[in-house]
């Protein structure tokens, strides 16, 4: 039977009138924005800015648009898009100039009137529709195995898609923006080794060695013995076997294990941490590196290099986002609180580097390789899981380019003493 009546003309111009309404509401709420954004309705039609932006935001249905004014949380835009009720089509990295315009929106009490009453017409959605296959429980969100494997132990063969040969899992040093991605990374540990002074028969420890890079090319190239440890057991399997593959069992020794379980007697010429951290939280800076100068020998030397942030950790829809799908027992500092942590622990700070437009290249290059293979690393993993690396390098991107993130190599020797160094950096750019 035909529709006929009010419900007929109901059923038939509700769409037409939720159009309208997205149309409003993303014109008020984006009032004096002249970014490169552009943003579309689930009917194709443009909200704002012109055709052919390098980005542009889709809404795929109405409700996530309605959530965003109602909740006015970003976080919750986040989950919409890894449900895939919004998109990002082109360069993601950009959308953060709207994320960033709408985080530092001010509404006046009008337009947040206006904005509601537009919002409360559009049809929602279930928050049980919400994406929520890869969210960190709350129990995971502590420095230990469980949380190190809701991120490292994805699979080895999806981090392979768009990680460099060596599998280095860190920033990259780049002698020019176009250098190719493998040949920075390997610049990047033969710098860190350069740093370190290594020479053969030195031990050296490396803390949270992911797949074995570091350790390898140290062993092979300086002659020094590794002990590696690491949390993910899917790093550790691949850590040793090329180590095996390489001949280098004599020299090389991979342990799942986590820093705080190495013995009370254990002792190391040199040792070094890139990466890992970013996983310590700040409570445990006092353990973290009173642990690290225990075990470090009289004249050796200490490496920690580590991604920061100009504020310390804070409860805002990014870092929410990261501690839910990303790292669960992610948690940055700043880098003065990182260097007081350190003297405090009795050790001499020898030199600070910051890498920031490093990371932010090598990001892009891990980005644009992951989009490019999308259709295995769905196959491998799921959609959503695509979607979490995608946002989350992007957004890494966007803010280690506007210096909200950074990223330091901080060399350091047991203060008080005699230090293995010259006089001045020369010898590191050989």
Known sequence: MARSGFLGHFHHERPAADI????????TMLQGYRGPVAVRLWDGSLAHGRPGAPVALVFHQPAPLRDLVLHADLFRLAEAYLAGGVDAEGDMEVLFDLVEFLRCRQWSWRERLRLFHEAVMLPGMSRKRAARERRASRRLRRNGRQAIAHHYDVGNEFYRLWLDPNMVY???YFSTPDQPLVEAQEDKLDYICRKLRLSPGQHLLDIGCGWGALALRAARRHGVRVHGITLSREQCA?????VRQEGL??????????????????????IVSVGMFEHIGRKNF???????????RPGGLFLNHGITNDTGWQD????????AYVFPDGELARISDVQLAMEEAGFEILDVESLRPHYQLTLRRWRET??????EAVALTSDQTYRIWRLYMAGSSYY???GSLGVYQVLAGHRYQPQPVGLRRDELYH
């Open 20 to 27: 309208a309404a997205g149309q409003r509401l993303v014109q």
């Open 370 to 375: 992951l989009e490019a293979r999308k259709e």
């Open 400 to 402: 280690f380019g506007d």
């Open 238 to 242: 691949h850590a040793r076997e090329r």
């Open 286 to 296: 006092p353990l973290y590196f009173g642990k690290v100068r225990r075990m470090l």
């Open 249 to 270: 069992e004599g020299q090389v020794r991979i342990d799942l294990l986590d820093y705080r379980e190495l013995p009370d007697d254990a002792r190391y010429d040199r």
């Open 316 to 323: 805002t829809p990014i870092s929410r986002f990261i501690n």
């Open 170 to 172: 860190s920033c990259a």
